[in-house]
């Protein structure tokens, strides 16, 4: 079994701050890529960061010099620093994982978490 244990959401004023982490604990004997989605309701789920193993990073084009994602390897969890937050970001936060299973398993395959609820309102 593998869980993915998400926090850090919440409601924050245009032009505040907020840390998205996520852990990954369970049956896991690699991770390669992690990452962060977001979605809106009646909208499809869009990419919102993402990191490889090797510390590559990618963003969408909207969250670029605003949000920063990062990774302990150690502790196989997934940040996202949100900063000046703009109500266009008013989302369900959903981490991403791309791992391998211990027990024998050869194949990565993704994993998601439960979702976190970002609002930003004044």
């Known amino acids: 079994q593998v869980q993915l244990v998400e926090s850090g959401g919440g409601l924050v004023q245009p032009g505040g701050s907020l840390r998205l982490s996520c852990a990954a604990s369970g049956s896991i004997f690699r991770i390669n890529a992690m990452g962060w989605y977001r979605q809106v309701p009646g909208k499809q789920r869009e990419l919102v960061a993402t990191t490889t193993s090797g510390g590559v990073t990618n963003y969408a084009d909207s969250v670029k010099g605003r949000f920063t994602i990062s990774r302990d390897n150690a502790k196989n969890t997934v940040y996202l620093q949100m900063n000046s937050l703009k109500p266009e970001d008013t989302a369900v936060y959903y981490c991403?994982?791309?791992?391998?299973?211990?027990?024998?398993?050869?194949?990565?395959?993704?994993?998601w978490g439960q979702g976190t609820q970002v609002t930003v309102s004044s």
């Open positions: 991403n994982v791309e791992l391998i299973r211990s027990g024998g398993y050869s194949r990565y395959v993704d994993y």
